[in-house]
């Protein structure tokens, strides 16, 4: 085990079984959505983000544990405001940020959040690269 997976291990230790399982299946979710992400584990501000590159300005998304639920969000979540979101998994009104809440393990293996995981990686590695 790596010390990366080591500390989001300890990380997840820390909250329900049924929470921890939910992160871990967002994580690989993520892994074959966007298999370039690079994870990092920011537990100080309880998340764990995913980039194009090392900077801390080339996040677009998270996983975020809470205690009844676990928030998958985007950074440039505002792009996604006019993509179909049949589900309506999205949440959030502000100009960037959107989130979702997942409350159960189906939930995370559900096609429509793999597809708006993809849209949102899409919208942020294009604002990106406007940048």
């Given at each position: ?84 979101d049949a589900a309506g998994l999205l949440e959030g009104e502000g100009k960037r940020l959107r989130h979702v809440k997942v409350r159960t393990l189906a939930q995370a ?23």
């Amino acid at each position: 085990m790596s010390g990366q997976e080591a500390a989001i291990a300890v990380f997840l230790a820390g909250y329900p079984p049924e929470i921890a399982a939910i992160c871990q299946q967002l994580r690989a979710l993520v892994a074959r959505v966007a298999p370039d992400a690079r994870e990092v584990l920011v537990a100080r501000q309880n998340h764990i983000a995913y980039a194009v590159s090392d900077r801390l300005s080339a996040r677009i998304a998270y996983i975020c544990p809470l205690r009844a639920w676990v928030r998958l969000g985007f950074y440039y979540g505002g792009a996604l405001d006019d993509l179909p979101d049949a589900a309506g998994l999205l949440e959030g009104e502000g100009k960037r940020l959107r989130h979702v809440k997942v409350r159960t393990l189906a939930q995370a293996e559900a096609p429509a959040l793999a597809w708006l995981l993809a849209a949102g990686w899409a919208a942020g590695a294009a604002a990106l690269a406007r940048r």
